[in-house]
């Protein structure tokens, strides 16, 4: 089982940047796929959802508007689209699959992707 973020850097405020995680190893089309991310010397920080179809979405209130999350389960692949991006962007951005099924909870995370908003 892997999860494999990428598409982070370094991007000036007002940038965009496409952040990628790509699954392998079980049916991703099945999980359920959080976005989330952790800014130097804070906590955990939920930033978006998106239901195993890929029909329903959620944001948290920082960044409605500005971030898409979107699935292709063709591609076993989930993307963070980051548009007007600000200095409090600023975070290691992680993916997270999540199934509650008949054999119990499965949780797996990705190790990261590093984005810095520079002003």
């Known amino acids: 089982v892997q999860l494999v973020e990428s598409g982070g850097g370094l991007v000036q405020v007002g940038g965009s940047l496409r952040l990628s995680c790509a699954a392998s190893?079980?049916?991703?089309?099945?999980?359920?796929m959080t976005w989330l991310r952790q800014a130097p010397g804070k906590g955990l920080e939920w930033v978006s959802d998106?239901?195993?179809?890929?029909?329903?979405?959620y944001y948290a209130d920082p960044v409605k508007g500005r971030f898409t999350i979107s699935r292709d389960n063709a591609k076993n692949t989930m993307y963070l689209q980051m548009n007007s991006l600000k200095p409090e962007d600023t975070a290691l951005y992680y993916c997270?699959?999540?199934?509650?099924?008949?054999?119990?909870?499965?949780?797996?995370w990705g190790q990261g992707t590093q984005v810095t908003v520079s002003s």
């Open positions: 997270n699959a999540y199934l509650d099924g008949q054999i119990g909870v499965q949780d797996y």
């Open positions: 998106i239901d195993s179809g890929g029909g329903t979405t």
């Open positions: 190893g079980f049916t991703f089309s099945t999980y359920y």
